[in-house]
């Protein structure tokens, strides 16, 4: 069974902190991560894709991939409330073209 | 660039009723999946398709699930006979092929089963 794994939570953190989001995965054999935020009520939207280890930056947003961890993670820096949503973690086990799994989501919260 | 479409956004049936969803897909997309999700999970794949070919589907999938890609274009989700337990978001996602496959949901189409 291949599994993705997010702590839940709520993550609370003051506005222009930096929130850390983290993501395990079972599958050894995946090549593609990806960060998801999504709104209450609203479908997921694409913000961060990585794809060989190390970090990734794009503006406040900086994806993390260390393979031999098995370990996927998103910094937000200068964190706004308008970031207050659920990132979700996804995985691609392979290049073959198996769909997506998707872990169940952290929490963020931004207090201003 | 239109994004990816799904209709209808809200559906109410009743236990027992058949419903149809569509989706229309980025138009130069390949690939298009139907994942479900409920409150506090992630999205849970159902089923995808390279062009009009169905290439997986989830071995949780009910047999009351069907879905189709015609033309390789739009598709539409079929659920026979509907449950409670079938309440959810239903959301279409699509992509292109390749080593960095991307995927862009759609707006999804809200089911509630009374």
């Known amino acids: 069974q291949k599994e993705v794994e997010q702590n839940s939570g709520p993550l609370s953190v003051p506005e222009g902190a930096i929130a850390s989001l983290n993501c395990t995965y079972s599958?050894?054999?995946?090549?593609?991560f990806f960060w998801y935020r999504q709104y209450s009520g609203k479908s997921p939207e694409l913000i961060m894709s990585?794809?060989?280890?190390g970090d990734k930056e794009d503006g406040r947003f900086t994806a993390q991939l260390n393979k031999a961890s098995q370990y996927v993670s998103l910094l937000i820096r200068d964190s706004q409330p308008s970031d207050s949503a659920t990132y979700l973690c996804a995985v691609n086990p392979n290049q073959a073209g198996t769909a997506l799994i998707f872990g169940k989501g952290t929490t963020l919260s931004v207090s201003s | 660039d239109t994004g990816v479409s799904q209709d209808p956004r809200h559906k109410i049936t009743k236990r027992g009723q058949n419903v149809t969803f569509r989706c229309d897909p980025i138009s130069e997309h390949n690939r298009l999946y139907w994942y479900r999700q409920t409150l506090g999970q992630g999205p849970e794949f159902l089923t995808y398709f390279q062009n009009e070919a169905q290439l997986e589907k989830s071995r949780l999938l009910s047999d009351r699930f069907s879905a189709e890609r015609p033309k390789g274009s739009f598709s539409t989700l079929e659920i026979q006979r509907t449950e409670q337990g079938d309440s959810a978001m239903y959301l279409c996602?699509?992509?292109?092929?390749?080593?960095?496959?991307?995927?862009?949901f759609g707006s999804g189409t809200q089911l509630s089963v009374l």
């Open positions: 990585i794809y060989s280890n």
């Open positions: 599958d050894r054999g995946s090549q593609s």
């Open positions: 996602a699509s992509s292109w092929t390749g080593i960095e496959e991307k995927l862009f």
